[in-house]
């Protein structure tokens, strides 16, 4: 089973997992140049339930939210380097700037997102809510991020 999937087999296959009383995660995001900050939020959202679902920004939407210099790996390369994950159980792309949608589509039983946001601002946390689930901020693995890493790029050039 590939781990790339469309919204409908998304929502049965969290469905399913919640019909056998498996708590259900979701987290979203770009996840443009994943690095260690990455990997160490993932791991940890996957360790408060028992699947993780990870919502990917499209390639239009990464540009309308991020310009239209990203992303630097398309779609399809995000969200295959994301499937290869071992803590990853599903991943979602969305065409939309939130994923409001696909949260409401789901109703996942947590909704995390980075220490960097407050729980009352995440997309999505007053449906989750509603409908009996938690929402929590996970802490973030300070100097690493994908504009970190793009302005290093930037600063050091092609020299070998």
């Not at 399809?76 to 409001?100: C, G, N």
């Not at 109703?107 to 601002?121: E, F, H, S």
Request: glycine content about 8%.
């Amino acid at each position: 089973m590939t781990k790339i999937v469309s919204w409908i087999k998304a929502k049965n296959t969290v469905q399913g997992w919640k019909d056998t009383g498996l708590e259900v995660c979701f987290t979203n995001g770009c996840f443009d140049l994943l690095h260690y900050g990455h990997i160490s939020y993932l791991r940890a959202a996957r360790q408060i339930a028992d699947k993780l679902v990870v919502g990917l920004n499209s390639d239009a939407s990464v540009s309308r939210l991020k310009g239209n210099h990203r992303p630097i790996s398309n779609q399809i390369s995000r969200a295959s380097v994301l499937a290869a994950l071992e803590m990853v159980d599903l991943v979602v792309i969305f065409e939309q700037d939130t994923p409001l949608e696909l949260i409401c589509t789901l109703t996942p039983d947590l909704l995390v997102k980075g220490g960097d946001y407050q729980p009352k601002d995440i997309v999505g946390a007053d449906w989750v809510i509603q409908h009996g689930g938690e929402v929590k901020t996970l802490n973030l693995e300070q100097g690493y991020s994908t504009s970190l890493l793009e302005q290093k790029i930037k600063e050091q050039g092609c020299s070998n």
